[in-house]
């Protein structure tokens, strides 16, 4: 597997926010998104035995990139962490699926679907361990406001989080957000690896 790094830290966004976790970083992306906030030139090749024997947490976050670009790898890998009774997280932009088969080795898989790609909101939303994560702010694929209003009541609202665009400190589109979510009845996702500038 393509593999930008492997890290310890706290998860600083979503549902599992606040939580201890290893964090798997697989490169490659099929997106461009002005902005992005995460650089995978640099990858090496690792097996899936080989990522195993660097986690040392009990909940593990596979992000990116992209990482269902490497779905067969991917799969393989999600047998030996849930083999080794892992509490297993995705996150991807939701423009490739994932078979049942596979969603069924996952805890918690977050959908953050950029605004203009091809993403199957519907579908995403009934698979009960899929959260969409929406992000507020300036750029192009970022989600309007009122788009996401008249969104939002055909979707899951439990599973729904807003949070804001942004790699300062102050997060200057927090507050939108945050009264967004409240207004809609859904989730506020902060950002705290950002706010505290930690991995």
């Known amino acids: ?13 979503g549902p599992a926010m606040g939580r201890p ?6 490169a490659g992306c099929n997106l461009k998104c002005d902005g992005c906030d995460t650089y995978f030139r640099d990858w090496i090749d690792l097996t899936p035995k080989d990522i195993l024997s660097q986690i040392n947490c009990k909940r593990v ?7 269902t670009l490497q ?5 393989e890998l999600l047998t030996a962490l849930s083999f080794a009774r892992k509490e297993v997280h995705i996150e991807s932009n939701g423009t490739i699926p994932i078979s ?8 918690c898989l977050v959908i953050s679907p950029k605004y203009g790609s091809k993403v199957d909101l519907a579908y995403w939303s009934s698979k009960e361990k899929a959260h969409l994560k929406f992000v507020i702010g300036p750029k192009i694929w970022c989600w309007p406001r009122e788009i996401l209003e008249k969104l939002t009541p ?7 989080w807003l949070m804001p665009f942004g790699s ?6 927090a507050k939108d957000a945050w009264d967004l979510a409240l207004m809609l009845g859904v ?6 690896h950002i706010r505290l500038k930690r991995k």
């Open 1 to 13: 597997m393509r593999v930008s790094e492997i890290f310890n830290s706290i998860q600083g966004e």
């Open 21 to 26: 976790a290893t964090f798997i970083r697989l």
């Open 61 to 67: 976050i596979i992000t990116g990139g992209e990482p």
């Open 71 to 75: 779905m067969t790898d991917l799969s």
């Open 100 to 107: 049942d088969d596979d969603l069924m080795k996952l805890h």
């Open 154 to 160: 055909t979707l899951p609202r439990e599973r729904v």
């Open 168 to 173: 300062d400190p102050e997060l200057k589109y």
């Open 187 to 192: 989730n506020y996702s902060d950002r705290l």
